[in-house]
């Protein structure tokens, strides 16, 4: 997925995206980083054609993705938003069924595809013990393994997750980390994630593109992103970054310090 001088606006005014240019490689996990309102979940939609840009275009196989159908872009990529909402007397496997409407018309009745790629949903999340129970049943860390399962179950090549930790407790966080990671790792989906926690990102992503006030500063791997500079700048906060031979690379904040002016620029870049 290219992404090509994307700016965007709610009111045609204010610019949210200034001129965002970056690549998404195929079968890495992407985190997208920044302080609220920097755009990362504006970032998200433009990508997966929920907003539509001012300028620039989003490029998927060659294609516009201005120019798919919504069924057609539904088959190549799907999305867990932020805040998902649906009757709590929904079943796990009906809700996870949902997923299979791009793939059918009004004609068309539930093949067996179709279950397949339910059942394989539902296994990935580790919900089977879980299909027959409603959403008001669940906890919040099942709840959201339920809309990762419905995702799935759509079977594209491509996943994006906005904040999918938010809400959760530690265990529940780490757990659909681990399950992102399995599905990039096992299944060879390319993913696309905004998360909040800079340490969670470090660690399960292959590429971070770090914003700020609507521009990408800084992109590539979290070695190379991820610096005590890099984190004075964009979020005003000074940190040490750490090595460690088991918990790996991972920064430790010491203080507030002023945002403004650091060494890193604001200025586009591809990734």
Not at 56 to 78: C, F, T
Not at 114 to 139: F, G, H, K, P, Y
Not at 155 to 176: A, G, H, V
Not at 219 to 239: F, H, K, R, W
Request: some cysteine; overall charge negative; proline content about 4%.
């Amino acid at each position: 997925m290219d992404i090509k001088d994307i700016t965007f606006s709610y009111d045609r005014k204010t610019d949210r995206l200034h001129a965002i240019n970056a690549v998404i490689e195929p079968g890495r996990i992407t985190t997208i980083i920044g302080p609220n309102g920097c755009g990362k979940s504006t970032l998200l939609s433009v990508m997966s054609n929920n907003a539509t840009p001012r300028l620039g275009q989003v490029i998927l196989d060659g294609k516009e993705i201005a120019r798919y159908k919504p069924k057609e872009l539904a088959r190549q990529l799907a999305v867990v938003h932020q805040q998902n909402e649906a009757p709590s007397d929904l079943t796990v496997e009906k809700l996870v069924s949902f997923g299979r409407l791009p793939h059918k018309n009004m004609f068309t009745a539930r093949r067996e595809e179709d279950e397949q790629a339910v059942e394989w949903a539902i296994a990935c999340t580790n919900l089977e013990e879980r299909r027959t129970r409603t959403l008001d049943q669940l906890s919040g860390g099942e709840r959201q393994r339920v809309w990762i399962a419905m995702a799935l179950a759509q079977r594209t090549p491509i996943l994006f997750l906005d904040e999918p930790t938010t809400y959760l407790d530690m265990y529940y966080q780490l757990e659909i980390l681990e399950l992102i990671r399995q599905l990039n790792q096992e299944h060879g989906l390319t993913i696309v994630m905004v998360l909040h926690d800079i340490n969670q990102a470090i660690r399960y992503s292959d590429v971070m593109i770090a914003m700020k006030e609507g521009r990408i500063i800084t992109n590539g791997p979290p070695a190379e992103v991820v610096t005590s500079d890099m984190i004075q700048a964009v979020y005003g906060v000074e940190v040490v970054v750490r090595h460690d031979a088991e918990a790996g690379m991972y920064l430790i904040p010491i203080g507030v310090g002023a945002s403004a002016d650091s060494s890193i620029r604001l200025q586009a870049q591809g990734v």
